[in-house]
């Protein structure tokens, strides 16, 4: 087995740039990471009988491993890659807000995995999107641009580290006008595809489908050609090649949300014969073990031989002393999901084993709630118009009703997430185990989103995992306040009652979000929210009103209007109007907003995507 030491590492450095031996470069393997933007596992054949065939990465299995629980974390691009890139929990750091407001510190003392690497000797290079939420730090690429290729590296014997990451397959690819709307140019057949359950079955929704299995296509077609150049390199067998989804994706119901097509990617490593040593899988084996996004920096420094700093929240699952039975016994995966764009929507999800559980925040918000972004598809635009001409099922409707607050799918019986659980009695047993490992990894990581994301950005992010740490009491005191709503009314009214009469408006925040999250079953703490109406801090009277226009016991678009002229924070106002446009299109009792009263005094990207949503500028 090849293990180093850093300061053997760093001997090797000054050998390897003192001399061209080919022998010492083969003493440490190359790393090439693989990239395909916005796609679950769901679309390629080699993991879904229904997907694209993808030759070239099944040429990759046959010489590797196929990882069948491989997981995001998160479902958007900027929050997952920012996990890949530090191998943390991002609500434990700071960077769990897409697009972010404000770039979080790397935590002290710690940097991007792939400067360990650099400084180890590795020539790092990046081809060539990045979107971090955290600030880089230096040392991270030797060469981070669309030319950016191991080719460039000084010294041919130098071994690399190299990310390309394939467009072809982002969502963007499918934000085409209905006059490109032609099945006979796809080389997919729209007959040969099947929609998923929560899916209308619409020539839209097909031809969107077909169009992106072509997309998928390309992308493997791309990824041959990499190959192809570490063949010509001599270097295909120094080298693990990682391919994965970028995260999860990218028709209605994906991309952006917890289900297993916004978090369960596609993973094959291929393992290079000069060190299959180092792995004790099978090339040709697949695996069921778990892995998760903040472990895969972590393996790729294992592989190298380089210790695993501490900061990070993953574990290697391929190297020395990574057991094929430790790897198959893991079990559990996280997912975070707080901001999207200009939407809100507080969500963590646990899988353990064949069981996923979801715990929505904010459950009175739709999933199908307005993001710009999301809505310039056809399918997503065709799907909401169904849904208001009265045209869906039951799980069609679902993506544009109130969520549960909590959530318990069986995925073996129930693969497309459609038929909650939760209120099973056969299955309150798994509920609550998976409920009390959800909450226990929340409070072990001082998960920071009990805050709002206003308050983090003013009093956070010069230093969040300090500020996490510093204050993990109070994190429990506002998740403990949240998880009332778990409860029968009843059995939380008393809590609910001395949170609304606490002097922390964070408890207030949280207690209201319960009551909206109760209904018209809080009705005897109406008179309590009327009251907050007047309260000092802006959030507090956000969602006092919000929990009584859901009940309809007042109109809150003007109470909101009169919130947002007031604050002087865009953060705030992004919250605000992500109320605003809720009453607007999916509360229960819906209520226009008079946009000529909306006089704010910020502005903001956000903002201005929210404003041009309700004046009908899009």
Not at 318 to 345: M, N, Q, S, T
Not at 456 to 483: K, V
């Amino acid at each position: 087995m090849r293990q180093f030491s850093f300061l053997a590492l760093m001997g090797a450095t000054f050998l390897l740039f003192g001399s061209t031996s080919r022998s010492y470069a083969a003493e440490r393997p190359n790393f090439v990471w693989l990239l395909s933007e916005d796609n679950s596992k769901h679309y390629l054949e080699l993991f879904d009988e229904q997907g694209a065939p993808t030759p070239n990465i099944a040429a990759l299995a046959r010489d590797g491993i196929v990882f069948e629980r491989a997981f995001s974390c998160s479902p958007v691009c900027s929050v997952a890659r920012t996990t890949l890139m530090t191998g943390c929990y991002g609500p434990r750091i700071g960077t769990q807000f897409h697009r972010k407001i404000k770039t979080a510190p790397m935590p002290e003392g710690f940097r991007m995995f792939p400067a360990y690497l650099r400084d180890a000797g590795y020539y790092t290079t990046n081809n060539s999107k990045k979107d971090y939420n955290a600030v880089e730090g230096k040392g991270v690429w030797d060469q981070s641009s669309k030319n950016a290729s191991w080719r460039k590296r000084p010294k041919q014997d130098q071994p690399f580290f190299h990310m390309q990451s394939f467009g072809q397959s982002h969502e963007s690819s499918l934000h085409f006008p209905q006059s490109q709307v032609k099945p006979e140019n796809l080389q997919t057949s729209v007959d040969d595809i099947t929609l998923a359950d929560y899916h209308p079955d619409t020539p839209i929704f097909r031809y969107t489908l077909a169009r992106y299995h072509d997309r998928i296509r390309e992308i493997d077609r791309q990824i041959g050609n990499v190959v192809s150049q570490l063949k010509e390199d001599g270097l295909l067998e120094d080298t693990f090649i990682f391919y994965f989804g970028d995260h999860g994706g990218v028709l209605p119901r994906s991309k952006g949300y917890l289900y297993e097509s916004g978090l369960h990617v596609p993973l094959v490593v291929r393992v290079p014969k000069n060190f299959q040593d180092q792995v004790q899988l099978e090339r040709g084996s697949r695996t069921q073990g778990f892995v998760q996004f903040f472990d895969f920096g972590p393996t790729v420094l294992h592989l190298a031989g380089i210790d695993v700093p501490s900061e990070v929240d993953g574990r290697p699952f391929l190297g020395p002393k990574v057991l094929a039975e430790e790897l198959a016994a893991r079990d559990e995966a996280i997912g975070y999901a707080d901001r999207f764009d200009e939407k809100y929507d507080l969500v963590r999800s646990l899988r353990k084993g064949r069981f996923k559980y979801i715990r929505n925040y904010q459950a009175f918000y739709p999933d199908g709630l307005q993001n710009n972004y999301r809505y310039r598809m056809l399918a997503y635009s065709q799907w909401r118009k169904m849904h208001a001409e009265g045209k869906l099922n039951g799980a069609q409707r679902a993506f544009f009703e109130a969520k549960p607050v909590e959530a318990l799918y069986d995925l073996e019986a129930d693969p497309h997430e459609v038929n909650n659980l939760a209120t099973d009695p056969q299955h309150a047993r798994t509920l609550v185990q998976l409920r009390k490992r959800l909450r226990s990894w929340l409070d072990e990581k001082h998960d920071l989103s009990a805050y709002p994301d206003s308050h983090l950005i003013d009093h956070a992010l010069e230093n969040p995992t300090r500020f996490g740490e510093e204050n993990a009491a109070q994190i429990r005191r506002l998740w403990d306040t949240a998880d009332l709503a778990l409860l029968p009314f009843d059995e939380a009214r008393p809590e609910l009652e001395k949170a609304l009469a606490s002097s922390d408006p964070l408890q207030k925040y949280w207690a209201l979000t319960a009551c909206s999250c109760f209904g018209k079953d809080a009705a005897p703490l109406y008179a309590a929210a009327r009251q907050l109406l007047e309260d000092e801090h802006p959030l507090v009277r956000l969602r006092a009103a919000e929990f009584l226009g859901i009940t309809g016991q007042v109109n809150p678009q003007p109470l909101l209007a009169e919130i947002l002229n007031d604050v002087t924070s865009p953060v705030e106002a992004l919250i605000i109007l992500n109320s605003v446009v809720y009453f607007q299109d999916a509360a229960p009792q819906k209520y226009a907003v008079d946009t000529n009263s909306l006089k704010m005094k910020v502005k903001s990207d956000g903002v201005r995507r929210r404003l041009d949503y309700l004046t009908g500028k899009l």
